[in-house]
């Protein structure tokens, strides 16, 4: 048999040409998945035609059902009963409204009119003491009535949040739908006030209450879109409400509207005390979530609103529940704000989170308008909830914030050098009235009243249930608390940077004595600091030790007379004295063994390799002390030891030696950046004043090299290729101990600094490098 017919098969008979067997299984395959497609098509189709035929019967009906209403209305305006108000009027208007309006999330014109109606009956039923045609006495009827109200008024609550969320004046022929707006939420104002319920008697007071709660608490909730709507509307607001208003009517319509939508996001909140300790109360604890997500993350929130209304929002009823709420939440509410939509707002204000207004707003409701924080504040949950906020806000500036926004500017070929330019000044004016916010912080009150309350040791009654935040306010949560702020001043405010926090940290009385306790309880052991007076002796007995050393020791006390002298003039003139002499070396040579004290060993492993807690309070003390530093005179510094004793200026030299030579001798991540920077920068400062006046033995320099000192060929040679990689913008790739030569030269003793010196910098001539190796 012929090979090539073994592999063929016949189709459709012997007329039909043969082809092979995976071409026949191919077409098979092919015409099953015609057949499929042909099906689904089909179904899809009917369901598509079934669909739209059921919107068009439903609107035919809506429309129709939306005439006869208006005609039954209109002939029956004296006929009305609260159970009339319910089967006759609200049962087709709540189905006529939600099939041409709501669900197309657009107020059509002929129907403003059909609503303004249907609120003018019900609030005219509403105010009647007659329970029989009063609407809310249905509240209290039999079962099937207080069923058919309560899903009623929750219809109308959703219908009042999607009207105010449309209403914008800025759109031609919307003086009609302000109108609306208005009707609307004055009926919404009353239907959830038991004080405004005429008809109601002793008896019905109990099932009324019942009845309102579970209201407020649809209120507060997500179904109802009460405080999206909310949201949407005061982000239309303009920032500064009363010099942008002209004409009298329309501030009254305005400040309306605004006044009315305030005491509904209120309102929820006055049907429990938020006691979070009783799990029955945390679902009502969801108005407090959604005024945080909704209404604390608009730009400007405060500024957006009258000042009248402002107290209001300050209260301990409003911010104590947010304040619980947001620490047990934190970790939802910190995702759903990084997950907002802020695709309906300005391009200039994309560049600050819903984190970052959040932070503001809470910032500017937790202090008043005189200089202090407002009465009743929870100060413990405050600091916390601000630290949390903060800490958010700079980790999205260091993951997806500017660093991509500039990618995207820069990668757009389409966008001109201008249009960047443009957009980066917008942003730049942006971060200065941002900043603007943060005033309060750096007022002097502000730190004051909280380092009071951490000594007074108040508690904080908030997060009950969260043992992280249980206790009172700590000097350790407000160095939290200004670090972040540190950061967050150098980030938004690169003009000026952070010498308003710096300033208020720097000159605040005995702040950085406090700061200083606390390190000196985590760095040093328990058994005692750095013994002074051991130093002494030995730095001595290695000085007696060397000839001609005790014979200028002895000729130095001969001039005691002479020094009471010179001492005086210096008191006269406003020079210092002369510090301690802490002469031990000679020739270069220094007492090893004495080194050992200045050692800490706590800090060897720097900055991966101690605690988050005492790397906050290292860097505010390092920047706070290097910026008084630069103000701080020798008198104060020597003489009257302001505001640390010679003994603690030298723990505090050796400290900033330790940390910033291991520092630089491992690998420091982005995050430990701000450390770093502070610590040098202060360690330069200290080392400066010793090199002016000597108040520091000469060992404390060296002491952190002692034991890992690199050698001077391998010192020369890594200061060569730091030197090439910054001239090649290569900086971040830089080995840590190029950092070591270039930025602690003085941990090196006379002898070999004067030879890597010469290695270093006599020229680059290679044969002088392998002449020092």
């Not at 006529?96 to 999330?105: G, N, P």
Request: net charge neutral; proline share 3%.
């Amino acid at each position: 048999m012929d090979p090539y017919n073994k592999h063929q098969v016949s189709l459709r008979g012997a007329s039909t040409k043969e082809i092979s067997r995976e071409a026949l299984l191919e077409k098979v395959s092919q015409e099953r998945e015609l057949r499929n497609y042909a099906r689904r098509a089909t179904a899809s189709a009917i369901f598509i035609q079934s669909v739209w035929r059921r919107y068009s019967v439903t609107k035919k009906v809506a429309v129709q059902l939306q005439e006869e209403w208006v005609a039954l209305v209109n002939c029956h305006a004296s006929l009305i009963t609260g159970s009339w108000i319910s089967s006759v009027i609200l049962r087709p208007f709540l189905f006529f409204v939600t099939c041409l309006s709501t669900q197309h999330q657009k107020i059509q014109t002929r129907d403003i009119d059909c609503m303004q109606k249907c609120f003018k009956i019900l609030l005219d039923s509403i105010n009647s003491s007659d329970s029989r045609k009063n609407f809310c006495s249905l509240a209290t009827g039999t079962l099937q009535e207080r069923r058919t109200w309560n899903y009623q008024a929750k219809k109308l609550i959703s219908l009042c949040s999607f009207i105010l969320a449309h209403c914008d004046k800025s759109h031609a022929g919307s003086q009609c739908i302000v109108g609306l707006t208005i009707l609307a939420l004055r009926f919404l104002v009353v239907l959830t006030d038991l004080k405004g319920w005429k008809s109601l008697s002793n008896d019905m007071l109990r099932d009324a209450d019942t009845a309102m709660k579970n209201l407020l608490w649809f209120m507060g909730s997500c179904n109802s879109h009460l405080y999206m709507s909310i949201r949407r509307y005061i982000d239309k607001l303009d920032i500064t409400y009363s010099s942008q208003i002209n004409s009298t009517v329309e501030t009254d319509e305005r400040f309306l509207i605004t006044a009315s939508a305030v005491t509904l996001a209120l309102r929820p909140f006055h049907i429990t005390n938020f006691d979070v300790s009783s799990i029955g109360q945390l679902d009502m604890c969801c108005a407090a979530e959604q005024y945080c997500l909704c209404l604390l993350t608009i730009p400007w929130f405060i500024q957006r609103l009258p000042a009248f209304l402002v107290p209001a929002l300050k209260h301990q009823s409003i911010l104590s529940p947010c304040f619980q709420i947001f620490l047990i939440r934190r970790y939802k509410m910190l995702s759903e704000m990084l997950k907002m939509d802020q695709s309906d707002r300005h391009d200039s204000q994309k560049a600050i989170p819903p984190i970052g207004w959040a932070l503001t707003n809470i910032i500017c409701l937790a202090t008043g308008s005189e200089n202090g924080f407002v009465d009743t504040l929870d100060h413990p949950s405050y600091v916390q909830v601000v630290i949390t906020l903060a800490e958010n806000l700079l980790a999205w500036v260091d993951n997806v914030g500017w660093v991509k926004e500039k990618k995207d500017l820069q990668g757009n070929v389409g966008t001109s050098a201008a249009g960047i330019d443009a957009v980066l000044h917008d942003n730049e004016s942006l971060n200065i009235t941002y900043m603007e916010l943060f005033r309060p912080v750096c007022q002097q009150w502000h730190l004051m009243k909280l380092l009071e309350i951490a000594k007074t040791g108040a508690i904080s009654c908030a997060a009950a249930n969260d043992k992280k935040y249980l206790g009172k306010l700590e000097l350790l949560d407000i160095a939290y608390f200004y670090s972040y702020m540190l950061r967050i001043f150098s980030v938004f405010n690169p003009m000026v940077g952070s010498l308003p926090v710096l300033n208020l940290l720097s000159f605040t009385p005995g702040y950085l004595l406090n700061l200083w306790g606390e390190l000196e309880n985590s760095i040093f052991p328990e058994n005692g600091h750095i013994a002074e007076d051991n130093c002494l002796r030995t730095s001595k007995s290695s000085v007696n030790k060397k000839d001609g050393i005790l014979d200028k020791r002895q000729k130095q006390t001969s001039k005691d007379g002479a020094n009471k002298l010179v001492y005086a003039l210096h008191k006269f003139t406003g020079k210092s004295q002369a510090g301690p002499n802490y002469t031990d070396t000679v020739d270069g040579q220094v007492d090893e063994e004495s080194s050992d004290v200045w050692t800490i060993e706590s800090l060897r492993y720097v900055p991966q390799g101690i605690s988050k807690d005492l790397s906050c309070l290292l860097h505010l003390f390092c920047a706070a002390y290097s910026h008084l530093l630069l103000v701080l005179d020798d008198i104060e510094f020597y003489e009257k030891q302001v505001p640390f004793t010679l003994e603690q200026q030298r723990r505090i030299a050796a400290m900033l030696n330790t940390l910033v030579y291991n520092g630089l001798n491992h690998d420091t991540g982005h995050q430990n950046r701000p450390l770093m920077d502070s610590a040098i920068r202060c360690l330069h400062m200290m080392y400066e004043r010793d090199c002016r006046h000597q108040f520091c033995p000469p060992v404390l320099w060296l002491s952190p090299a002692k034991r890992s000192r690199p050698p001077i060929a391998v010192a020369a040679r890594t200061h060569e290729v730091l030197s090439a990689n910054m001239r090649s913008d290569e900086s971040l790739t830089v080995s840590s101990l190029g950092s070591v030569v270039t930025t602690t030269p003085h941990v090196f003793p006379f002898e070999e600094s004067r030879e890597l010196s010469f290695c270093v910098f006599a020229d680059t001539d290679p044969a002088h490098v392998r002449k020092c190796a």
